[in-house]
C-alpha cells in the first residue's frame, strides 16, 4: 500500500525523503561524511578535534582539566576536608547547648 492511498492523507501530498534516501545519494554521502570530519576548536580548551568525537572530549579528564586550571579530585578532596571541619564545628556547639 503506498502512501498516496491511506485514509486521511491527501493524494498531493507525497512521502518525504528519509535521511537513507538523501544517503544513497554520493553527492550527499560526501558533504556528509567531511562534515563529519571535519576538525574544530573545542571552546572549553581550544584543542582541535573531530566534529565527531567533540561530544567524548568534553566529557575526558584532559579537557575538563584544562577548562577548570585544576583537577577536580583534589578540589573534590578541599571540599570534604572543609565540610569536615564545618561538621566538628557544629558538634562542639551542640554539646555546649
Known amino acids: 500500500m503506498s502512501l498516496q ?6 493524494k498531493s501530498v507525497t512521502a518525504r ?6 544517503y544513497c545519494e554520493p ?8 562534515y563529519l ?5 573545542c571552546e572549553q580548551c581550544g ?3 573531530t566534529r565527531v568525537n ?4 568534553k566529557q575526558s579528564k584532559m579537557c ?3 577548562q577548570c586550571g585544576t583537577n577536580k579530585t583534589d578540589e ?22
Not at 5 to 10: D, E, F, L, T
Not at 17 to 22: A, G, P, S, V
Not at 80 to 96: D, G, P, R
Open 27 to 34: 553527492e550527499f554521502r560526501e558533504k556528509h561524511m567531511n
Open 76 to 97: 573534590m578532596n578541599s571540599l570534604k576536608e572543609q565540610c569536615n571541619l564545618l561538621q566538628i564545628e557544629l558538634n562542639k556547639i551542640l554539646k555546649k547547648l
Open 17 to 22: 525523503k528519509t535521511f537513507k534516501d538523501y
Open 54 to 57: 567533540m561530544n567524548r572530549h
Open 5 to 10: 492511498n491511506k485514509p486521511g492523507r491527501p
Open 47 to 49: 584543542k582541535n578535534i
Open 64 to 66: 575538563v582539566t584544562k
Open 37 to 41: 570530519k571535519e576538525k574544530i576548536c
